[in-house]
Every structure is written in structure tokens, then in C-alpha cells.
């Protein structure tokens, strides 16, 4: 969700928490800083702390009439960003396509580490699938699905019944596209389903 300020009414109390939750953020650290420029938004919003605690650097900020006015950074990091935001993004807009192909390759190059062990990742996740899976009460015949689905629904609608002999235990084997096999031996049906789905989720 993008940052808008359309739900928002003046004179009204906000924590960041609520504001990150808001617009969309996973978190509220991301608007943890007290100025935060928000992606592909043409805005710079400023988090001024008007009763500072003892530990924080005591900048001189002052509300009057309308008017803020705010003592910049120490280090003048934020105040450079603010003032360069128009003329950093006006330097993108121009770039050539032969100076953004640089950018991209210089930005690939630096994150070439954190790419490779996503794709690394990715194709774990995408490159294995459940190809057949067994479950097998251990007083009874064999009962063989082809999706964890399938053997989630069987156990709805199993029962344990008499002379069909003494009851001991489910016997599940869950065979993977790679060769993986897992192997489980529980004896109660909701335990069962419950390492059903916690493979399911893998």
C-alpha cells in the first residue's frame, strides 16, 4: 500500500506502529528515523519529538503559529538528503539508459551474494515437490495418495473400527521429486495431520 495521508486528520495522535501498519510497512522500524523518505512517493516525512528524554540529543525545535521550525542533524546527514532529494531525483529522470544499465550492473554486482543464495533458496523451494504419499495404519491395508491433500482428507473420514484388529500406529512415508524420502510413525490421527501440514509448508 502506498504512503498516503488521506485517512489521517489533523490534531489527531498517531504512534509509528499504527502509521507502518497503515502504509503498509512489515514493520515500524522501517519509520523508526526521524526523517523518512518513503519509496516512489514525492514526500519527506519528518518525526519531530516535541518532550525529548534525557538521553536524546536536545535539538532546539519549535512550533509556533503554524510554523515549525527544527535544529538539523549533528552530522547534517538528513539535512543533506532533504535538500538534495529534488536534485538527486531530477539526475535519475535524465540519466541516460546507457548510465542506468551501469547503475543496474554496479547494484548486481554489490548484491551478487545475497542474489545468488535467493535464487539458491528459490530453487530448493520450487524444485522439489511431493510426488507420492503413503499412510499405512498398522492394523490394515496400504493407502497411497499422490498429494498431502489427498491423505488429509482420507484421515477426515478413517476410523478405527472393531475387528479390524488391534490398532498400533500410522506408518506415513512422503516421497519428494529430488529422491528425498521422509519416514514418521504416530499413533494419533491429529498428529498425524499436524506433520502433514508442517510438510506441506516446507
Not at 523508526?32 to 534525557?54: D, N, S
Not at 532546539?60 to 538528513?78: C, Q, R, Y
Not at 532529494?85 to 540519466?95: G, H, L, V
Not at 512415508?173 to 506441506?200: C, G, H, P, T
Amino acid at each position: 500500500m502506498p504512503v498516503t495521508f488521506n485517512k489521517l486528520q489533523i490534531g489527531t495522535q498517531y504512534d509509528r506502529p499504527y502509521l507502518a501498519e497503515a502504509w503498509g510497512y512489515e514493520s515500524f522500524h522501517a519509520i523508526a528515523k526521524g526523517a523518512v523518505k518513503p519509496r516512489a512517493t514525492p514526500y519527506i516525512i519528518l518525526f519531530i519529538t516535541r518532550e525529548k528524554q534525557e538521553l536524546q540529543t536536545q535539538y532546539e525545535d519549535h512550533l509556533e503559529n503554524g510554523v515549525l521550525e527544527i535544529e538539523g542533524e549533528t552530522n547534517h546527514a538528513a539535512d543533506n538528503r532533504m535538500i538534495n532529494a529534488q536534485r538527486t531525483t531530477n539526475k535519475i529522470e535524465k540519466a541516460s539508459r546507457a548510465a542506468m544499465m551501469r547503475i543496474r550492473a554496479h547494484l548486481v554486482r554489490s548484491n551478487q551474494a545475497a542474489i545468488d543464495r535467493f535464487f539458491n533458496a528459490l530453487n530448493k523451494r520450487l524444485g522439489r515437490h511431493v510426488t507420492r504419499v503413503v499412510v499405512i495404519p498398522l492394523y490394515g491395508r496400504i493407502n497411497e495418495f499422490s498429494s498431502i491433500e489427498d491423505a488429509v482428507r482420507f484421515l477426515e473420514h478413517h476410523t478405527v473400527y472393531e475387528g479390524s484388529g488391534e490398532f498400533r500406529k500410522y506408518e506415513i512415508r512422503i516421497e519428494f521429486s529430488n529422491a528425498d524420502k521422509v519416514e514418521a510413525f504416530i499413533e494419533a490421527k491429529d498428529k498425524v495431520k499436524e506433520f502433514l501440514a508442517f510438510v506441506a509448508g516446507q
